[in-house]
């Protein structure tokens, strides 16, 4: 259904004449840095970008995570892309038209690049999350000092995520406090 959706959108951009359309979902923010880029950097042999480093966060918390190794892999808030060739962001799934926003590199040889600056924050544990809500966060940050996993976790989390305070983003982000 969101596949659908996204399709549809892009199909109506490109009859606008837009140059790029991004994949955005109703509860995330994108940086207010995205459109002077975009216009700036855009042209005929850039396929689009994605969000290789963006912001998680926990709706109500003072701070973020910023992720710079793959925030395009668990949000979806991650893609701008020509709408001409959004279909290649597209993969077969049982009986569903899958919107794969993890791809990066099509079959055409066509690729995206990454976005020099974080893009985005994902909002997550608000209520219309539905990778991550409440009992997973809480699953996720259970800690267990005697388990191998946990110690091997706790390393790949802290090489991967930085904390950052909500001040330093919030204007740029327009992050409020619902």
Sequence with gaps: DKGKKIK???????????????TV??????????????????NDS???????KGYLYVEGKAYLYLNVKNFNEICGSCIIIK?????L?????????WFYHERRTFENGQ?????????????????TNIK????????????????????????????KYSVIPKVFVKNEFNIYDV
């Excluded at 509860?27 to 855009?42: A, H, Q, T, Y």
């Excluded at 962001?89 to 038209?97: G, S, V």
């Design 8 to 22: 549809f959108a892009a199909d109506y951009a490109m009859g606008i004449g837009a140059s790029y359309v991004m």
């Design 25 to 42: 979902d109703s509860d995330d923010c994108i940086s207010n840095r995205i459109c002077e880029f975009v216009l700036k950097n855009g």
């Design 46 to 52: 850039i396929s689009g970008w994605y969000l290789k």
């Design 83 to 87: 709408p001409e060739i959004i279909d």
């Design 89 to 97: 962001m597209y993969k077969e799934y049982r009986e569903y038209f």
């Design 111 to 127: 690729s995206l690049l990454p976005l020099p600056f974080p893009g985005a924050t994902y909002s997550m544990v608000n209520g």
């Design 132 to 159: 991550l809500d409440h009992q997973e966060l809480k699953e996720r940050k259970e800690f267990n000092l005697f388990k191998m996993k946990s110690i091997i976790t706790l390393i790949r989390r802290l090489r």
